[in-house]
């Protein structure tokens, strides 16, 4: 209850900034097909990481980004973890695990209308597509498509801003999920 009041006082403060919010795209080729990841870029702001992580719900589920669903489209069938991800686009989220791995989620759900959470939303963002931000477990834990670990890579200088990468390795690509001090990766392949 409480991050859920958390993000409405901040969607309250935020109005028209919304649409101002920073996105990013991480985009990668495997094969002859694209993969693409749109997503919001929080700040750190000098805020502490695992102090803001702390705040998450209790299936440990955060939203991998700011403002608006974080998307994962591929044109072809990948391979993570070991598990076939058919062509198509779907949310993504990550478990942040208090202790072990943290892990890479592929959800079929894309998002909830923000106008459906947040009834000031600004009209031309009633429509835009938000992640389930409490009980993404019972809400669309049944639509996942893939969960795999994430592996701790040793991080580059300190990101303020949460960013999402790909690096060409072999045929396939390492995407890696940086913020702060913390760093880490997954590898994406074409599907045999």
Same mark, same amino acid.
Do not use: C
């Given at each position: 209850?409480?991050?859920?009041? /958390?993000?409405?006082?901040?969607?309250?403060?935020?109005? #028209?900034?919304?649409?101002?919010?920073?996105?990013g $795209?991480?985009?990668?080729?495997?094969?002859?097909?694209?993969?693409?990841?749109?997503?919001?870029?929080?700040?750190?702001?000098?805020?502490?990481? /695992?102090?803001?992580?702390?705040?998450?719900?209790?299936?440990?589920?955060?939203? $991998?980004?700011?403002?608006?669903?974080?998307?994962?489209?591929?044109?072809? #069938?990948?391979?993570?973890g070991?598990k076939?991800? #058919?062509?198509?686009?779907?949310?993504?989220?990550?478990?942040?695990?208090?202790?072990?791995a943290? =892990?890479?989620?592929?959800?079929?759900?894309?998002?909830?209308?923000?106008?459906?959470?947040?009834? @000031?939303?600004?009209?031309?963002m009633?429509?835009?597509?938000? #992640?389930?931000?409490?009980?993404?477990? @019972?809400?669309?834990?049944?639509? +996942?498509?893939v969960?795999?670990?994430?592996? =701790?890579?040793?991080?580059?200088? $300190?990101?303020?801003l949460?960013?999402?990468s790909? /690096?060409?390795?072999?045929?396939?690509?390492?995407?890696?999920?940086?913020?702060?001090?913390?760093?880490?990766?997954? +590898?994406?392949?074409?599907?045999?």
């Amino acid at each position: 209850m409480k991050m859920r009041f /958390a993000v409405l006082a901040t969607l309250a403060l935020a109005g #028209p900034a919304l649409a101002q919010a920073p996105r990013g $795209a991480a985009v990668t080729t495997l094969g002859t097909q694209k993969v693409t990841i749109d997503y919001g870029r929080p700040a750190l702001k000098g805020r502490d990481l /695992a102090v803001l992580m702390k705040d998450l719900p209790a299936d440990r589920i955060w939203r $991998a980004g700011e403002n608006e669903v974080t998307t994962f489209t591929t044109e072809g #069938p990948v391979s993570i973890g070991g598990k076939t991800v #058919p062509a198509g686009k779907y949310s993504l989220y990550v478990q942040a695990a208090e202790k072990g791995a943290w =892990a890479l989620i592929l959800n079929r759900d894309l998002g909830v209308p923000l106008g459906k959470i947040w009834d @000031k939303a600004p009209e031309n963002m009633k429509n835009a597509p938000w #992640p389930h931000l409490e009980g993404y477990t @019972k809400a669309i834990g049944d639509k +996942e498509v893939v969960r795999a670990k994430l592996k =701790a890579t040793k991080p580059g200088p $300190a990101a303020d801003l949460f960013t999402l990468s790909f /690096a060409p390795k072999g045929t396939g690509a390492d995407l890696t999920l940086a913020w702060g001090n913390e760093s880490w990766s997954i +590898e994406i392949k074409p599907a045999k």
